[in-house]
């Protein structure tokens, strides 16, 4: 076996053809019936050396004719039942003036391989029980509608069960992590956290609101120049476009992009009043007034519940402008940036200073072209970024190939057992974490380093998703945020908050530090 | 009279005091006891030509003293009920062994004056009945808390049945405006709507989502250069220097500006995750995996309702960040300015093209210093738009003073009778709005030309709310929004989407348009 496809699996189908008349009469012609239709048009697209549905048990009773369907990958028990109610509607109108009023299914079961018993109890929605014998799971499910079968949530399930299998035997691995390159090891005079001395000289104000910074004149600045930094040293240099894209996307968005399926309970998301009407929203403004409190509950009642969140990363809506497009060959490949779009993650107990937090500024350049192309691109992306960062903020840093565990087992993200065979250059996809050392965490080597950039090629899910296409090439694509908050936290936190003390690199970015404002 | 404080005012508590024990034994004492008070202790305070609170009826029954008290504007009935527990409390415990146990208002009737008698009814929270006899109101509270009294909402009440009384007499009256300045007449080469051209050679795309652009790199090219233009020929040559601040505001900053009061049925709000925790969104990811919809009502079980909204104005934030500071004379005025928080209104059906929409990015300066300083760089502000919207831009506009017609008869506009006496260099505070004529929308005299740019001093209201001071000056505030969008918008509608056709001034920001993308 092996491959998932050709994996042992079997439907059961408890339930019922429903009827406009009584059966009694008719039962030995509708006993027939079935038999012929079993051996005939049940059978049909079922492969020569594979088994297909089969009717256990039939029984009508009333208007009813209960039924037990069991089957193979092949017409699948539901799809039998289906078309066993349009064959025998044909016959028994014809012959018997008797119609089918519809088809009910009390209970489905249904057995398929995973690849171990799960550790701990899985659940999933719909399901009434799923239960695990061995490698085989078997999940029951009650009360099926044919809306719920036409609609594939089957397999859906089927899937969903395989993936938490699977990510149970993941749990507690190790993330896929392989240096490509480090620089050479840099003096550090500076051993503080740059956002407790930011915040002590008065560059920046926690707030308001948890997470999020005010950057006053000097902060401000810094984070400026690094901007101006990426714009001219690696986006124009490279032919990249700005865009200028919505800090909203709309949940159809990150369907497709499956934000919704991984970061759910990470989003900011928002609301649009219910209605804009003076009258609706008199009795809450009344309440602010006179009580200098937001009346929470009430408000809750005026807005439209969510249909969207606030950027997470700003590429899907990237993708979206380009949805069902076909692009000129001669444009590729696409290069486009935004740097408008302001993210938003809800990092609760994980916010650290100006490097972890839930509101952020990145610039996010997106690609789109052949594997061949980004390929090219990658290297000049790299080229570029270790300009800046040797050259320009003299960081001490490293690149390497991370992927998450799971997606390595899958194959998605190269790599394999010759580690020597996984040089850079030879990746087609995946993603290069750039990582610094901050002094103020401890040692090299006992020391947490920073992602601060990084840099992917992502494969052709998107353009799939978005049904993105060439006129004449396949085409892939791929992404690399910059962090400007990121990139501000490493050069401070290796080079301190003295501009004498900064490279000339950057100073020619940044020639004078504002004075800011002065508090008594 | 006149002047509001001194207009007239009644209060009438209908309520009791609740003793330990029953109080028919000690009737009469109790009796004698509320004489001395009524006479003594309850007047204090009161002058000597107005009059105090008067108990009209007092009645013992059981444990509680039911009373009826009467007052005038001075030791306000409820404040009267207040006194006298505690000097019951006093007496009655020394000298029957008697406690209070609290108070209790069944009805609290408030008679005060307001301008005219309104035309159509007028409803505020809490009152149990609102009726105008002549210009007199009369509201009645049952049921009335300490807690209702000891927060003031009593006064917020009356204060907002005559801000409802004053909104009635002022609707459907004109707004004030008054032109200050005009440019003269230009050549209007271009007719178009320039949204609809833009769409149309895919330089913007509407969406995702509504009232929301994706700006393709030519308009983001044009709107980018819109940026350069502010930056460089109005806000650094004045010395303004840029914070960057959240585009989300809590909801108590907007309890200081008043915001919430104003604006809450246009507002963005946003929810965070009541928990980030895995296992409570598992069920909501799930089915997302299975439907590929999101459950919204699930989803609104998982989140915080919100505390905060998106950026409706920057200034609330960067008041905020001052707050309760003491700025160092040798800072004023305080020029600061934010370009990074994006900004967010609930246009509903008022949206039109890229001029007025839900999500645009700004530049909003904010200014805080003493009057003279203010009105000073007020002059600088406009010369610097006048060089911009004449010389670089080339745009037929205008410039008024506008106000709200309630704030113009409020005093607070400036203005008055003799129209002489209003020009802009004899104003100290007030909104001048810089308008436009948009060809497209019809002729200059009977088209409503587009307001894109304002620029404001507001007086103390901010300094105050925010609690911001000087070392030795009075601090006053002031704003002056430039939309990047409306600059685009103008400037297009005037000279069109040839870069042939637009002036050297703005050319020399944008020499050339990107090319962005064919599509096929």
Redesign the interface.
């Known amino acids: 076996m092996g491959c998932r496809e050709a994996d042992p699996v079997r439907f059961e189908l408890d339930g019922a053809i429903l009827f406009s008349a009584d059966l009694s009469p008719v039962a030995e012609h509708l006993k027939g019936y079935v038999g012929e239709i079993e051996a005939g048009p049940l059978q049909k697209g079922v492969p020569d050396d594979e088994d297909g549905p089969h009717v256990e048990r039939m029984e009508p009773a009333g208007q009813e004719l209960s039924l037990v369907i069991v089957s193979g990958r092949y017409v699948r028990a539901h799809e039998a039942l289906l078309r066993l109610r349009k064959e025998l509607s044909a016959r028994m109108g014809k012959e018997h003036r008797i119609g089918v009023r519809g088809v009910r299914i009390d209970r489905y079961t249904i057995s398929f391989s995973v690849p171990e018993a799960p550790d701990h109890p899985v ?4 399901a009434t029980s799923l239960d695990f014998e061995g490698d085989t799971a078997v999940m029951t499910l009650d009360d099926v509608s044919e809306d719920f079968l036409s ?1 594939n ?1 089957v397999d ?2 089927v ?2 069960v395989r ?1 938490k299998v699977d990510a149970q035997r993941y749990e507690g691995k190790e993330e896929f992590w392989e240096q490509i390159w480090t620089s050479t090891p840099r003096e550090m005079p500076y051993q503080e956290d740059p956002t407790e001395d930011m915040a002590r000289r008065g560059w920046v ?1 926690q ?3 948890k997470g ?6 000097q ?3 810094v ?2 120049a690094m901007e101006r930094i990426a714009l001219e040293e690696v986006l124009r240099p490279l032919g990249f ?13 990150w ?1 497709k992009t499956g934000h ?2 991984g970061v ?10 219910a ?4 009258e ?15 009346p ?2 009430k ?2 009642g ?2 439209d ?4 969140g ?1 950027t997470y990363a700003q590429c899907p ?1 990237i993708y ?2 380009f949805q069902k ?4 060959d ?2 590729l490949p ?1 290069l ?1 940036f935004d740097r ?3 993210s938003y993650r ?1 990092e ?2 994980g916010r650290h200073g100006i490097e972890r937090v839930d ?1 952020f ?1 990145r610039i996010e350049p997106v690609y789109i072209g052949t594997v061949d192309q980004l390929v090219e691109l990658r290297e000049g992306l790299i080229e570029r970024y270790k300009h800046v960062f040797n050259e320009l903020l003299e960081l001490e840093w490293r690149m390497a190939w991370v992927s998450p565990f799971y997606l390595q087992q899958a194959g998605m993200a190269g790599g394999g057992e010759d580690e020597e065979a996984t040089a850079a250059d030879e990746r087609r996809e995946g993603t290069i974490d750039f990582e610094a050392y901050l002094p103020y965490r401890g040692t090299r080597e006992e020391s947490e380093w920073l992602e601060f950039q990084n840099l992917s090629i992502l494969g052709d899910i998107y353009t799939t998703a978005f049904n993105i296409k060439a ?1 004449r090439h396949e085409l892939v694509s791929g992404c690399s945020g910059i962090g400007l908050e990121r990139w501000t936290a490493v050069f401070l936190s290796q080079k301190g908050l003295d501009p004498a003390g900064w490279p000339e690199g950057f100073k020619r970015f940044l020639p004078e530090l ?7």
Chains 1, 2 share one sequence.
């Open positions: 659940r999933v929605p719909f609609r949530y859906r399930l899937a969903l993936e104000q707030g308001p609101g999020r910074w005010f950057f006053r004149p902060a401000a600045a984070i400026r476009q700005e865009v200028i894209s919505s800090s909203l996307v709309p949940f159809e968005v369907l919704l399926k759910a309970n990470e989003i900011y998301y928002f609301s649009e009043p209605t804009r009407s003076e609706a929203w008199e009795e809450l403004r009344d309440l602010v007034k006179v009580t200098r409190e937001v929470r509950d408000l809750v005026l807005l519940a969510p249909r969207a606030m809506n979206w402008s497009r076909t692009v000129a001669e444009d696409i486009v408008t779009a302001n809800y609760s107990g509101e500024h006129q504002p004075r800011g404002f002065t508090f008594h």
